[in-house]
């Protein structure tokens, strides 16, 4: 007998591989799936603003059982970006009441999007709002000085996104805007004039209903004057100028849609904070002449490549402006389009 078989006993079990002992996952035994719950009983709602992980949604918007709610994004959002203007669909507590917390598990397929990147570099964007359909650029005759720079690049944004730019002149009372607004005259862009003194509250509103209007401007032009003035109680924080540097103080600090009740019907002002630059890292320049469709048909018989600048070769648009095909306002719809085509140079 070998010495491997002394001391074997019949009666010990066998043992091997099968076995070990296996201890189970710490995330417990359920194996992972990546079948998602459709969420069938889910509701829909309105993305009013966001703070610090928490979503403010309105739910049954002018309906019977319309109220407001906070809500958290489910886990498998969390790679996918919920902004203000967002339609989600909400599980969970959706009862609003104090204390109750709901859950988005589903973003809405989006009509429009609002970016700006860092900066023309940057090709990482920022999503300022979702679904709206109006841009209300609002710009100070004085105090600060209009910048014609930053209109033309909210403008492409506006392009971009396909939203209607409308361009609000505050403190007119300060100084004469006219040459400024010379700048914009081959635009069809709407423009309103408002005074420190005498706001046009129901001119202004009457563009806003029906609409979902989002508030751009630069620190300090009166933008969160306007929208309380708009939407009373609305108490957006309200700042003033530097008299040394010329620049206001930003004084809004996060994105939030407010309601706009009116005789005239009602729509949302988005109000967004004050900004000094607008980058457009994200924007395709093709989209700008899209704005402006009588261009853009001529457009057709440019070379390929053409930019439709000065400098362009054979370019049909400037061709056809320079013959006198385009009338009285076709020189000034050129020099706009050609000055926005210019900040991606």
């Known amino acids: 007998m070998s010495w491997w078989d002394a001391g074997d006993d019949e009666d010990e079990p066998e043992f091997d591989e099968s076995s070990v002992r296996v201890r189970p996952s710490r995330r417990g035994s359920r194996p992972r799936t990546k079948t998602r719950p459709q969420?069938?009983?889910?509701?829909?709602?309105?993305?009013?603003?966001?703070?610090?992980?928490?979503?403010?949604?309105?739910?049954?918007?002018?309906?019977?059982?319309?109220?407001?709610?906070?809500?958290?994004?489910?886990?498998?959002?969390?790679?996918?970006?919920?902004?203000?203007?967002?339609?989600?669909?909400?599980?969970?507590?959706?009862?609003?009441?104090?204390?109750?917390?709901?859950?988005?598990?589903?973003?809405?397929?989006?009509?429009?999007?609002?970016?700006?990147?860092?900066?023309?570099?940057?090709e990482v964007e920022r999503v300022i709002v979702a679904n709206a359909d109006q841009m209300l650029i609002v710009v100070a005759a004085a105090n600060p000085e209009p910048r014609i720079r930053l209109v033309d690049r909210y403008l492409v944004a506006a392009y971009d996104a396909r939203i209607q730019p409308i361009l609000c002149i505050t403190k007119t009372d300060l100084a004469d805007p006219s040459e400024f607004l010379e700048n914009f005259a081959g635009l069809d862009l709407p423009?309103?004039?408002?005074?420190?003194?005498?706001?046009?509250?129901e001119l202004i509103t009457a563009e806003l209903v029906d609409h979902r209007t989002v508030f751009v401007g630069h620190s300090g032009v009166g933008k969160s004057t306007l929208v309380n003035a708009l939407v009373?109680?609305?108490?957006?924080?309200?700042?003033?100028?530097?008299?040394?540097?010329?620049?206001?103080?930003?004084?809004?600090?996060?994105?939030?849609?407010?309601?706009?009740?009116?005789?005239?019907?009602?729509?949302?002002?988005?109000?967004?904070?004050?900004?000094?630059?607008?980058g457009l890292g994200h924007v395709d320049p093709s989209n700008i002449l899209g704005a402006f469709s009588d261009l853009a048909a001529i457009a057709e018989q440019c070379p390929r490549g053409c930019t439709?600048?000065?400098?362009?070769?054979?370019?049909?648009?400037?061709?056809?402006?320079?013959?006198?095909?385009?009338?009285?306002?076709?020189?000034?719809?050129?020099?706009?389009?050609?000055?926005?085509?210019?900040?991606?140079?």
């Open 232 to 278: 009373p109680g609305a108490d957006r924080a309200t700042g003033v100028v530097n008299t040394v540097t010329g620049r206001g103080r930003h004084t809004s600090s996060s994105t939030v849609s407010l309601r706009l009740d009116s005789p005239a019907g009602r729509g949302w002002v988005i109000d967004t904070p004050g900004v000094r630059s607008f």
């Open 39 to 122: 969420h069938a009983d889910a509701v829909v709602g309105l993305v009013l603003g966001v703070d610090r992980g928490r979503y403010t949604v309105m739910v049954d918007e002018n309906g019977p059982d319309e109220r407001t709610l906070t809500a958290a994004r489910a886990s498998e959002l969390r790679r996918k970006s919920v902004v203000t203007g967002d339609r989600v669909d909400l599980v969970g507590d959706t009862t609003g009441d104090e204390g109750s917390l709901a859950r988005i598990v589903r973003v809405l397929e989006r009509s429009t999007l609002l970016r700006r990147s860092a900066d023309d570099t940057d």
């Open 308 to 345: 439709h600048l000065p400098d362009a070769p054979d370019c049909a648009i400037v061709e056809a402006v320079d013959a006198g095909e385009l009338g009285d306002t076709g020189r000034a719809r050129l020099d706009s389009l050609q000055r926005l085509l210019e900040t991606f140079r």
């Open 191 to 201: 423009v309103v004039r408002s005074r420190t003194d005498d706001m046009p509250i």
